[in-house]
């Protein structure tokens, strides 16, 4: 099976997607719902990714079927909770308990994201990449991926209407080098959420997830 032996974490699972097309239109059980997606998309690595997801979801869980609601993935016929992400050839999902927040991120390392940090970066979160020891793209990189997956997991919750704003209101306090978490909290009106994020760093990859 393609599915990685990288161990991660218990909720997390991934894909390396080396199927054709073809192959991987044979593998997961799709509902009518589910094949409109797949042929709603023109480039074939986005089919792809929709069908590894699938294929990677029903493996992990025989039968599950998903649906989206504000473009999040929501679950069918079952009381969990899915978070998906994709990125060149990989597709990774998180899986929890019916109402655990969930967020899972993974970002091919690039200079992209440091050529826009000014964007999404926080001046205290400048600070806290000088102090330290890894290489500034390594740094951008993860907190991009980190924002995102702690983003998938509050914008289900969260009261405004206005969109999150990865720059004031997802703040990474923390990095725990040894224990491989990012600790940060989530800011909304006068309220702040602490919470939680496990990561891991690849020779081409990131990847962040949401704990608690």
């Not at 929890?96 to 970002?107: P, Y």
């Not at 509050?154 to 209407?161: L, R, V, Y």
């Not at 997802?170 to 939680?196: C, H, M, P, V, Y």
Request: hydrophobic residues 40%; contains cysteine; proline residues 2%.
């Amino acid at each position: 099976m393609p599915i990685s032996n990288l161990d991660f974490h218990s909720s997390v699972y991934l894909w390396e997607i080396t199927e054709t097309l073809e192959e991987l239109l044979d593998i997961p059980v799709l509902t009518e719902e589910e094949r409109i997606i797949v042929v709603s998309f023109r480039k074939e690595n986005r089919k792809k990714e929709i069908l590894a997801s699938r294929a990677l979801l029903q493996h992990i869980l025989p039968g599950a079927h998903i649906h989206y609601v504000n473009k999040n993935p929501q679950f069918t016929d079952m009381d969990k909770e899915i978070s998906i992400t994709h990125s060149g050839n990989k597709v990774m999902i998180q899986l929890r308990e019916k109402d655990e927040l969930c967020g899972v991120d993974l970002q091919e390392i690039s200079e992209k994201a440091v050529k826009v940090k000014s964007k999404f970066l926080h001046p205290s979160e400048v600070r806290l990449m000088e102090e330290h020891l890894w290489e500034t793209s390594l740094l951008c990189n993860l907190f991009w991926s980190a924002k995102e997956a702690a983003f998938k997991a509050f914008a289900s919750i969260c009261e405004q209407e206005e969109v999150i704003e990865f720059k004031t209101q997802l703040i990474i306090k923390e990095i725990d080098s040894k224990n491989l978490t990012l600790t940060g909290q989530f800011i909304e009106k006068n309220k702040r959420t602490a919470f939680t994020l496990g990561f891991s760093v690849q020779e081409t990859f990131v990847i962040c997830w949401f704990e608690n």
